[in-house]
Every structure is written in structure tokens, then in C-alpha cells.
């Protein structure tokens, strides 16, 4: 449910938008790519991808496709020249604070990787129980969709906006198993981050922990789809518009009579002895002025003494 005025009044207003998984992107991958800030940064001049992060031995891989459907492209791999041993991609409606559920782990998991036998958390077999996959959203109370095609698993969120399909049908090791989705079909509204089938579960977990979350997150409002306004509240951050200026009342009127007679009272003299003590002072001023101009005239009228003229000693 909305909170503020029609869409088209404040386009540019920052709002923020509950719950954080209908929120769309906000253009940026600010949020995304906060957890691995100080890893190496590939600034791409050519090619789909435009920004590069890597794990220091460029095993982790986290890609950034600005003008792309699929807005990010996240891989591990055994070695820095090995094919990618998973993958996970994030269109360009999923919020980056979804993608960055998935980067937090990563570099949690690389921090704690042991260099010397070239192995990690990150590179581990996902478990045999697909429930492990996505626990943070069963026990926030997502609930299983009885209705889902044989063979897979549909788990969906109270307001059923948001759900994961799981598909435990045989499937290659590259072939996409686990979609974590938000919002109504459509190419503008539907979130979606997609799983191939070795991504480690804990991996899978942590990026659907993040779509638990309740805090709201900051948007303007044309960033929201408006399809997807009426599913959202919306806090505004600022005014909703500028304070139009009101004709003064007689009240005002009369404050502002009253203020400016006192600012004169209190710089005219109250008393006679005020009035004495300001005639000295204009007496002193004229004398010093009139001593000034005299001196001024006589040093005018005094011949200058030529240096260049020479001295006749006695």
C-alpha cells in the first residue's frame, strides 16, 4: 500500500520501499558489489560486461552487464583459467541488495579459504537436501505451493508476490536448478536469480536470507515499476513538494509593525544624556576633521626639498 501522492507529481522523490524484494533496481550495483570493494576492479571498455570484480586469484568472478536482461553474471571457479565450476545470475530487475546476500558470502568465504591447498567454501558440492538450500525462507514462514509440476518445488512468500522454484528432476551440472523470483510476470516487474545446479546451498541460502529482510531500502519513485506500486508501501524520505508562500494575516502584519519598532528604538538614544553624549561625539569628529584638512593644506603649500639637489658642506 502506497503512502504517497500519485506517481506522476514526485518522479524524482526518494522513498523507501517495503518489501525489499519488490523494489526493483536503482541502476546501480552500489549494494551489490559493497562486500568485495577491495577486490580488484576490470573497468570494460568493450563487450556486454562493463565492470569486472574479482577475488585476488580471480577464481570468484562477479560481472556486472549494465545494458543487459541478465544484469550480473557471478562464478567460481577451481583456478583463475578453469571453467566456471557454477553460476548465478541476477536480471536487471532483481535489487542489488539481493545480489549483495550472495557477494557478502563469497568474500566471507574466500576470507576463510585456506590459499595453500587452492580449495573454499565457495567450491563445495551442494548438499543431497534441497530444504538446506533455502531454510531462511521456510523459517521466516514461506510456505510450500502444493500445486507446483511434478518433480520440482515451489516455496512462496505470505503475500505471494515472491517465491523459489526448486527443480530436483536429473539435470546436467550446469543446468539452471534453483530460482529465487519477486514480483508479477513480466519483463519490467518479474526479479529473478538463478542457480546452476553445483551452486553450494549455503551460497543459495544467503542470497535468500537477503529477500527475507524487512528493513526497506531507499528508491526513487520512477524506479518502480507501476505495475508493482500498489504492491509496495512507500515512506517518503523528504517533502513531497515545495511550501507555497501565504499572504500575511493581520496578525503578521501587526508582529512585524511591532519588531521594527523596536529595532529602531534600540538604536536611537533613550535619554537626554544619550543625546548629549552623541552631540560631544559629532563635535569631536567635526574638530579632528577640520584639524585633518588644515594640516593637509599646509604641508600642500610648504615647498619639497629636491633629493637630487646637492649638499654644499661649510
Given at each position: 500500500m502506497s503512502t504517497q501522492q500519485p506517481y506522476d507529481q514526485h518522479?524524482?522523490?526518494e522513498v523507501l520501499v517495503s518489501p525489499m524484494?519488490?523494489?526493483?533496481?536503482?541502476?546501480?550495483?552500489?549494494?551489490?558489489?559493497?562486500?568485495?570493494?577491495?577486490?580488484?576492479?576490470?573497468?570494460l571498455d568493450e563487450g556486454p560486461c562493463q565492470?569486472?570484480?574479482?577475488?585476488p586469484d580471480q577464481r570468484i568472478r562477479i560481472g556486472w552487464f549494465?545494458?543487459?536482461?541478465?544484469?550480473?553474471k557471478i562464478t567460481a571457479a577451481e583456478d583463475a583459467v578453469s571453467a566456471p565450476r557454477w553460476t548465478a545470475t541476477f536480471n536487471h530487475v532483481t535489487p542489488a541488495e539481493i545480489v549483495a546476500g550472495l557477494t557478502t558470502a563469497l568474500a566471507h568465504d574466500y576470507a576463510e579459504a585456506d590459499a595453500a591447498d587452492g580449495n573454499g567454501r565457495f567450491l563445495a558440492s551442494p548438499s543431497l537436501y534441497w530444504a538446506d538450500a533455502v531454510r531462511p525462507l521456510t523459517d521466516a514462514g514461506w510456505t510450500r505451493d502444493g500445486g507446483a509440476e511434478r518433480g520440482t518445488v515451489e516455496i512462496l512468500a505470505p503475500d505471494g508476490q515472491a517465491g523459489v522454484l526448486i527443480d530436483n528432476r536429473l539435470s546436467d551440472w550446469d543446468d539452471e536448478t534453483v530460482?529465487?523470483?519477486?514480483?508479477?510476470?513480466?519483463?519490467?516487474?518479474?526479479?529473478?536469480?538463478?542457480?546452476?545446479?553445483?551452486?553450494?546451498?549455503?551460497?543459495?541460502?544467503?542470497t535468500a536470507a537477503a529477500m527475507t529482510d524487512s528493513a526497506p531500502v531507499l528508491r526513487e519513485r520512477h524506479q518502480l515499476d507501476r505495475k508493482v506500486e500498489h504492491l509496495v508501501t512507500l515512506t517518503p524520505v523528504g517533502?513531497?513538494?515545495?511550501?507555497?508562500?501565504?499572504?500575511?494575516?493581520p496578525l503578521d502584519v501587526r508582529r512585524t509593525a511591532v519588531a521594527q519598532a523596536v529595532h529602531r528604538a534600540a538604536r536611537a538614544p533613550q535619554?537626554?544624556?544619550?543625546?548629549?553624549?552623541?552631540?560631544?561625539?559629532?563635535?569631536t569628529a567635526t574638530s579632528a576633521q577640520n584639524r585633518s584638512s588644515t594640516s593637509a593644506h599646509t604641508l600642500g603649500a610648504r615647498p619639497l626639498a629636491n633629493p637630487s639637489a646637492p649638499r654644499h658642506s661649510r
Open positions: 518522479p524524482y522523490q524484494y519488490l523494489a526493483g533496481s536503482n541502476g546501480t550495483g552500489d549494494a551489490g558489489f559493497a562486500p568485495v570493494a577491495r577486490w580488484p576492479h576490470h573497468y565492470l569486472l570484480v574479482t577475488s549494465g545494458d543487459d536482461f541478465e544484469l550480473w530460482t529465487l523470483w519477486a514480483g508479477p510476470p513480466g519483463w519490467g516487474t518479474r526479479a529473478e536469480a538463478v542457480f546452476t545446479a553445483r551452486t553450494p546451498s549455503h551460497l543459495i541460502a544467503a517533502p513531497t513538494a515545495p511550501q507555497i508562500s501565504r499572504a500575511p494575516t535619554t537626554a544624556a544619550d543625546l548629549r553624549v552623541m552631540a560631544a561625539r559629532s563635535r
